[in-house]
């Protein structure tokens, strides 16, 4: 069987300050498809460090382990730095929480989204012109040629959002691994985004990673999930069953929402002791 | 009596040559003991009417009386307001010290208050938000998001307030520690007399808390229930 993305026992760490050792991600096992896979957990769990590993983008101090770590069928611990650049864009596809952060403030959009293109010469400028509108275009951006001329601070931000799918796509990658991609959205557009990203993956047959606080939007949208708590995958299963998990911690973060049905009463919070206990 | 009363509350600044309006003709009103929710998408004016509320923004025009008192614009809270009104603001970390140690940051309202017995108030203070004493001699910077929550609304409470503000008091936090924080805010309210004014875009925290709340829109209340 040829997986998408082999990751076995990775693990992640830093040495702090005082001489210590931090360890972000702690003997992280899963493999996946071209399915949609949901990494959930608290911040500080390892779920980000995850994504940036697979991506050739976690910090220069950090010390990675793993005795498998695979994507697309290459071996990411042989990469040398000048192997990264030509596999993001063309094998990882990479959106980060905040657009406006993440994309160049001085560059237009249709640069910003023409560079995934100019790394990869297989285009000549004609076609990675096309491309980039039809890109724009495939994220439900209005007029993209007068769009392709905006600079990021002109973009509200649900469209910076869908510039930055754009940037992503623009090269078809293999896996597109989405950070946080609608945590910095007003609620009424994290939908929106969403969908859109979700439909964007399965019409290609790609693999998506989405990392996520928000349990409901990966049970909704993901065929499975990964939870995580202090580096440690504590949990798996079909991203639909998330609500009827019985681990603890799990089946916390589902219950401790509030809503108008837990009006006037204590929410469920987490009882670590339990939970390290388990570990 | 009421602990806020609002009336044709409209504020508006110019940006340029453009005039821009924030806040149009807001009335509301928030009785005693009442958790009253303001809610709404970013940029529709409800922190606006939060920091008006809390003596933070004063170019304003309407009448806004609090706690029985009528205010004026261009003038910042005065007299007992400034005990009775304190404020939570959403990001602890950009609102506490960050070189001083979380003991001084609690004692600096009783000191300017003139308050006796400062050393005992901080350790009650603490232990209200579930922390033993020894966390007096941490900076922020040692503390998680949550645990800096939990210090900005101790700090808010050390002064007794009648009302308390909340502007977006768990927008930053983990939804495991949003739990924990919205739990001490329900607990507190059981153990004294107070009001709470919650500020937040998320309708289900709204939901949770609140026994009344108002939509905002464009600067505009666009419902009530």
Same mark, same amino acid.
């Given at each position: ?8 026992? +990775?693990? =992640? *760490?830093?040495?702090?300050? &005082?001489?210590? !050792? #931090?360890?972000?991600?702690? /003997?992280? @096992? ?76 001085? +560059?237009? =959009? *249709?640069?910003?989204?023409? &560079?995934?293109? !100019? #790394?990869?010469?297989?285009? /000549?400028? @004609? ?79 790609? *693999? ?72 | ?225």
């Amino acid at each position: 069987m040829t997986d998408l993305v082999g990751v076995e026992n +990775l693990t =992640v *760490g830093f040495k702090t300050a &005082e001489g210590g !050792r #931090f360890t972000a991600v702690n /003997g992280l @096992s899963f493999a996946m498809g071209a399915e949609k896979l949901g990494i959930v957990g608290e911040s500080g769990s390892g779920k980000t460090m995850t994504a940036l590993t697979l991506a050739g983008l976690a910090p220069q101090a950090a010390e990675i382990t793993a005795d498998r770590l695979e994507v697309a069928g290459e071996d990411l611990r042989r990469f040398k730095a000048r192997d990264w650049p030509k596999f993001r864009g063309s094998v990882v596809g990479l959106i980060m929480q905040d657009p406006r952060s993440a994309l160049n403030p001085s +560059l237009i =959009v *249709g640069r910003q989204v023409e &560079e995934a293109l !100019r #790394f990869h010469p297989r285009f /000549g400028r @004609s076609e990675r012109r096309d491309r980039v509108l039809s890109a724009l275009e495939a994220v439900g951006l209005p007029n993209p040629k007068t769009l392709a001329g905006l600079y990021p601070h002109q973009l509200s931000g649900g469209m910076g959002q869908r510039v930055m799918i754009a940037t992503a796509l623009v090269n078809e990658p293999k896996l597109l691994i989405a950070d946080e991609p609608t945590s910095a959205l007003d609620e009424a557009l994290r939908e929106q985004v969403l969908e859109l990203l979700v439909s964007l993956v399965e019409s290609r047959g790609m *693999g998506l990673i989405l990392i996520s606080h928000d349990l409901v939007q990966v049970a909704r949208h993901c065929d499975r999930a990964l939870v995580m708590y202090r580096g440690r995958l504590v949990d798996q299963g079909r991203a639909a069953d998330l609500p009827n998990s019985t681990h603890p911690y799990t089946a916390t973060l589902w219950a401790c929402r509030p809503s108008a049905a837990t009006h006037g009463q204590l929410l469920p919070t987490l009882d670590r002791t339990v939970i390290e206990a388990s570990l | 009596m009421s602990v806020v009363d609002i009336s044709g509350l409209d504020v508006s600044f110019r940006s340029g040559r453009e005039e821009v309006h924030v806040v149009r003709d807001v009335s509301l009103t928030v009785g005693q003991g009442e958790t009253f929710g303001l809610v709404g998408a970013s940029g529709s004016g409800k922190s606006t009417v939060l920091r008006i509320i809390a003596g933070l923004n004063l170019d304003w025009s309407g009448k806004v009386s609090l706690l029985g008192e009528q205010i004026a614009p261009h003038h910042r809270l005065q007299g007992e307001l400034r005990r009775r009104v304190q404020m939570v603001f959403q990001h602890p970390y950009g609102s506490l010290h960050p070189s001083h140690s979380i003991g001084r940051i609690l004692s600096e309202p009783l000191i300017v208050h003139h308050r006796p017995n400062v050393r005992e108030r901080v350790t009650e203070a603490l232990a209200q938000v579930g922390f033993g004493p020894e966390i007096a001699s941490r900076k922020p910077h040692q503390l998680s998001g949550g645990q800096r929550q939990r210090i900005g609304i101790a700090r808010a409470l050390l002064l007794e307030p009648d009302l308390l503000l909340l502007d977006e008091p768990t927008s930053a936090l983990d939804t495991s520690v949003q739990a924990e924080i919205l739990n001490l805010l329900t607990i507190i309210k059981q153990t004294r007399p107070i009001t709470y004014i919650l500020v937040s875009h998320d309708r289900d925290v709204i939901a949770h808390m609140c026994d009344r709340q108002v939509e905002m829109r464009a600067g505009r209340i666009v419902s009530e229930t």
